[in-house]
């Protein structure tokens, strides 16, 4: 049963100690307010699962959250570097990070194969790479069908604990509606265990049911729902507020030394008792500047039968 | 004569290796302008698609991400990644797809995962991201990347993409589609030849051959109708100082 909450019951609820945890997006509509929300409430040991690790995932490993990564590419997008990321690898600081690294068609790949409960899923990639010396997990098997394939990499389901995905709205029930980039984010939802998701804003059902085919994330899925406007910053949420590109070349020079990344965790995630005081400290201005143009998408007629 | 940077000339003769009908992976930064500039020169039906899964991305403004809202807004379609990279790259409907990376060998193999031991890295880079993908399902992939004896070695510490792996014939019974076609420098521009071995066709004005081999780990060949890159036209330059990246975010940095 699907229950709208608070963020900060949503995470308790959800996530224990330990756990692999699925914070979706691909630049688009990452759950900022989530993963702010499991530092606060001090979670240890968790395995992050995204393609793209992104400042969230560099945050919440400064913060000691991580003890391993599962990713295809970790870097700040546009940018450079993850430095926290880098720092836990390259030096141990805070602690020690193992990772499960893929290319991104690997990593879509286990989370398709983890939401139609497959045991593998074959894709034309890594041959002649170095991936498979130092991934067990990517494996090459006979092709049993008579055509000019002989062998296939295949990577086996990978299926999150929980799932923290982001949609531009949703109604009561977490049947929630996304639009522009989607990422493997639909794909992590359906293999993850627990989903909680997060929106923009929520909408009466009909405003769903006028436009299924947008319905990306069905209700049935969801176990958590929760109403966090500007959720996603410095991230974005697309006709709703624009990629906080500034942020992003800043956190370049907050994550340089691991004591600059916890005195912006302490001002930024500690000193903030969530999402609304978040923004509010952001200040207005800020958020104007990230106000796109309105672009509305022509209705279409579902017909009346 | 308008003096122009080692990026606008990058970006203009990775341009050149753009058809009108062509298909492809975009990546940001260098490829992201180079297809630009194609399109509103000799390519105006090029098709660009980006890893985040925007297809026919036409953007208003300069993207600084391959995730950026504005190359989803009046795109041809917005598709999930295990379609853009299932039904799109796997299945052979993109040509050309843009590699960088940290390392890259004469075989064109790049390695944009570690350098050092990849348990013990000194350096721990992004990792493919697409690329691995990119590298081994386009019809040609062009890299673009500055020219120095550490960025080419003879040997990479570790194949993100695989490029000829030991050659040509080599990638072929691997059952890879395509290769590297080109690679752009900052000194110079090379192809493969028969054997899959990276070879300078042509050096970029006020570069030496002798300035090309000491920037390259190997014993690089040269091609026998050696040439001079053919620096950016007027046009060129106007068009990527005033309208493709106006603020100079990536060509206002050298030189």
């Known amino acids: 049963m699907t229950a709208v909450v608070d963020m900060d019951d949503a995470i308790a609820r959800s996530i224990e100690d330990g ?27 968790l395995t992050l699962i995204r393609a793209t690790p992104d400042l969230i995932y560099d945050q919440m490993i400064a913060a000691g959250c991580a003890s391993a990564v599962t990713f295809s590419y970790a870097g700040n997008p546009g940018v450079g570097s993850l430095r926290a990321f880098r720092r836990a690898i390259e030096d141990g600081v805070p602690n020690e990070l193992s990772i499960d690294e893929y290319s991104h068609f690997g990593l879509v790949s286990r989370l398709e194969a983890g939401a139609k409960d497959l045991p593998f899923v074959p894709l034309r990639s890594y041959v002649g790479s170095g991936y498979p010396d130092h991934n067990d997990s990517i494996r090459m098997v006979a092709n049993p069908y008579d055509d000019d394939v002989d062998e296939i990499a295949v990577v086996p389901p990978l299926r999150p604990d929980v799932a923290v995905v982001r949609a531009q709205r949703a109604d009561d029930e977490g049947n929630a509606h996304l639009w522009g980039i989607t990422g493997e984010m639909v794909e992590a939802a359906f293999a993850a265990d627990t989903v909680v998701l997060s929106v923009e804003e929520l909408v009466d059902r009909d405003v769903i049911r006028s436009d299924p085919n947008r319905t990306a994330i069905p209700g049935t899925i969801v176990d958590h729902v929760v109403e966090e406007p500007y959720g996603s910053h410095p991230s974005y949420a697309q006709g709703y507020y624009d990629r906080d590109n500034v942020a992003y070349l800043e956190w370049d020079e907050i994550s340089e030394t691991h004591e600059s990344t916890t005195e912006w965790l302490s001002e930024w995630v500690h000193g903030v008792d969530g999402r609304r005081e978040y923004v509010a400290k952001l200040e207005t201005e800020r958020l104007l500047d990230l106000q796109p143009r309105t672009n509305f998408s022509t209705p279409i007629d579902m017909g009346e039968y | ?115 050092g031991d990849y348990d013990d890295p000194t350096v721990r880079l992004p990792g493919s991201g697409g690329a691995c993908e990119i590298a081994s399902n386009t019809d040609r992939t062009i890299i673009i990347a500055p020219h120095s004896r550490r960025r080419f070695p003879p040997e990479v510490d570790f194949v993100t993409s695989p490029g000829y792996v030991g050659g040509r014939d080599n990638r072929a019974e691997l059952g890879l589609r395509g290769g590297p076609e080109a690679v752009i420098t900052d000194m110079a521009v090379m192809h493969f030849d028969d054997d899959g071995e990276m070879t300078v066709d042509s050096i970029h004005p006020d570069v030496s051959k002798a300035d090309v081999a000491e920037a390259t780990g190997w014993d690089i060949q040269f091609a026998s109708d050696l040439d001079e890159t053919r620096p950016p036209t007027e046009d060129e330059i106007a068009l990527i100082r005033n309208e493709l990246d106006p603020d100079g975010v990536y060509t206002g940095g050298d030189d």
Not at chain 1, 26 to 33: D, E, K, M, Y
């Open chain 2, 1 to 115: 004569m308008t003096a122009y940077t080692d990026t606008e000339l990058m970006i203009a003769r990775a341009a050149q290796e753009l058809e009108n009908d062509d298909t492809t992976l975009v990546g940001v930064g260098v490829p992201n302008l180079a297809c630009n500039l194609a399109k509103r020169t000799h390519a105006p039906d090029l098709e660009m698609i980006y890893e985040s899964g925007t297809i026919g991305s036409n953007p208003s403004r300069l993207p600084l991400s391959i995730g950026d809202p504005v190359l989803a807004t009046n795109a041809r379609s917005v598709v999930p990644m295990t379609k853009g990279f299932g039904y799109y790259l796997q299945a052979g409907r993109i040509d050309v797809g843009f590699l960088g990376g940290a390392q890259i060998d004469r075989w064109g193999n790049i390695n944009s995962t570690v350098i």
């Open chain 1, 19 to 45: 756990q692999s945890v699925y914070l979706g997006g691909f630049t688009h509509l990452i759950p900022f307010a989530a993963g702010h929300e499991i530092i606060r409430q001090g979670y240890q040991d």
